[in-house]
């Protein structure tokens, strides 16, 4: 059973649209929820950290929030730079194991 | 510019070969790990070193074999591939008692013919 689930799948933006990604987690003792953004062929990059809920994290154009149950990665005004796969990730007890999402793929269109 | 540097990019490989993947990290960091990644999916835990010891496997093929040489390198070394193993392979690093903040490199692609 999947414990991090990301939607939707796919988002296509013109530039300028706002919009937010969701990322529902079912995990019980939650250690941490990261955002990494990930170009095609590329390593995945770390965006933000949250750990508690009520939460939020800035950079750029990005604000990511916590729930108890998800967490959201709102882009504000995005540019085609913004385009990539975001994941996100869990980390419950066990040190050092991250259970990914499946990602949403976004594409911001001129 | 990524501070987690994999070699070689690309490898192709027969199912009888032996071949290794590189990884250095200069950042200090004492958490070294490697992922798999198939295409449209998440990356997937392979091993993770702390300070230079193996301290998770998830249960992968002993046809994946890796090192941690000292606190800078990781390699992973492959013997008797099979195809399906062709994948993109990410090497990260980590402070010692962080597991979420992960600097990935940009990945080995390998394809096992």
């Known amino acids: 059973e999947d414990q991090v689930t990301q939607s939707p799948e796919a988002l296509r933006l013109q530039e300028g649209e706002s919009s937010s990604l969701n990322c529902s987690y079912t995990?019980?003792?939650?250690?941490?929820l990261f955002w990494y953004r990930q170009d095609p062929g590329k390593g995945p990059e770390f965006l933000f950290t949250l750990y508690s809920a009520g939460e939020e994290k800035e950079k750029e154009r990005l604000k990511a929030t916590l729930t108890k149950k998800e967490s959201f990665l709102h882009i504000t005004a995005p540019k085609p730079e913004d385009s990539a796969t975001y994941l996100c990730a869990v980390r419950e007890d066990s040190w050092g194991k991250l259970q990914f999402g499946a990602g949403t793929q976004v594409v911001v269109t001129p | 510019d990524t501070e987690v540097t994999q070699t070689p990019k690309h490898l192709v490989m027969g199912m009888t070969n032996k071949k290794s993947l590189k990884c250095e990290q200069h950042?200090?960091?004492?958490?070294m790990y490697w992922y798999k990644q198939k295409a449209k999916k998440p990356p997937e835990l392979m091993f993770v070193y702390s300070y230079e010891k193996l301290s998770i496997n998830e249960s992968v093929p002993s046809r994946f074999s890796p090192e941690c040489p000292n606190s800078s390198l990781l390699n992973l070394h492959l013997h008797a591939l099979q195809p399906e193993d062709s994948a993109l392979y990410l090497c990260a690093s980590s402070q010692a008692d962080e597991g979420g903040e992960l600097f990935f490199g940009e990945g080995s692609r390998l394809t096992v013919l």
């Open positions: 995990v019980s003792g939650l250690r941490g």
């Open positions: 950042m200090g960091h004492r958490a």
